[in-house]
């Protein structure tokens, strides 16, 4: 909804703020549901606050936000791009350099945690981590943004989200197997090399997908 209101020139502004504003909240909340457990116990306080959040935003979503249908309609009745299918793959500039770039400072930052001791250590490479999934996080969505045409953008980011989400899964499923059998440094360090590897798919493969000022009608 928010790409269908911002239109094609503001996309990574609109995701930067949509994932920003969705994992501070995630920070607050595991906060305030800490604390909750630790004085009330695990149940059931803690879930009250879920079922309070839950319940103000289908308020708010049922009572103040509005369809915008209609934009992405109006974007694709006046959408003539050729490249409008979901190729996703032969790229130069622009989301790419951002996407590419986060995935090798998360490669480093998970390298760092794998080979330091020490909380300062962690906490920094825990934040360089932070700061990479910034960089790659929206920047992805508004990828799919910009090559997916307005009529089926909605199911093509449902599509990504999906395989996005299912890495938390296997991911953890992954990295606790290589940790039961290797240790817990080898699994970081299989995480930081897969990271590495995703960076390098992205930039050998991926095509630029921002039309700007610079880029020629076939770039």
């Known amino acids: ?3 269908d209101l911002v239109g094609p020139s503001m996309r990574g502004l609109a995701m930067g703020l949509n994932e920003a504003a969705g ?29 309070a ?29 050729p490249r409008a299918g979901p190729t996703l793959s032969a790229d130069r500039t622009g989301r790419k350099p951002m996407i590419v770039l986060g995935l090798f400072v998360q490669a480093l930052a998970l390298a760092e945690i794998a080979t330091t001791r020490g909380f300062g250590w962690w906490a920094a490479g825990a934040a360089a981590l932070g700061v990479g999934t910034a960089m790659v996080y929206p920047t992805l969505l508004a990828a799919i943004g910009d090559v997916a045409h307005p009529g089926w953008r909605a199911s093509a980011i449902g599509v990504y989200r999906l395989w996005r989400d299912l890495g938390f899964a296997v991911g953890a499923l992954l990295s606790g197997v290589a940790a039961d059998l290797f240790g817990m440094g080898t699994a970081i360090w299989l995480v930081a090399a897969l990271t590495a590897l995703s960076g390098g798919v992205v930039a050998v493969r991926m095509y630029e997908t921002r039309r700007g000022p610079a880029a020629s009608p076939t770039s």
Do not use: N
């Open 1 to 3: 909804m928010k790409i």
């Open 23 to 51: 994992y501070a909240a995630v920070a607050v909340t595991a906060y305030l549901t800490g604390y909750l457990a630790e004085r009330y116990g695990l149940r059931p306080q803690p879930f009250f606050l879920g079922l």
């Open 53 to 81: 959040c839950a319940g103000l935003g289908l308020g708010l979503s049922a009572l103040f936000v509005r369809e915008t249908r209609g934009h992405a309609r109006a974007e694709g009745a006046a959408s003539t791009d």
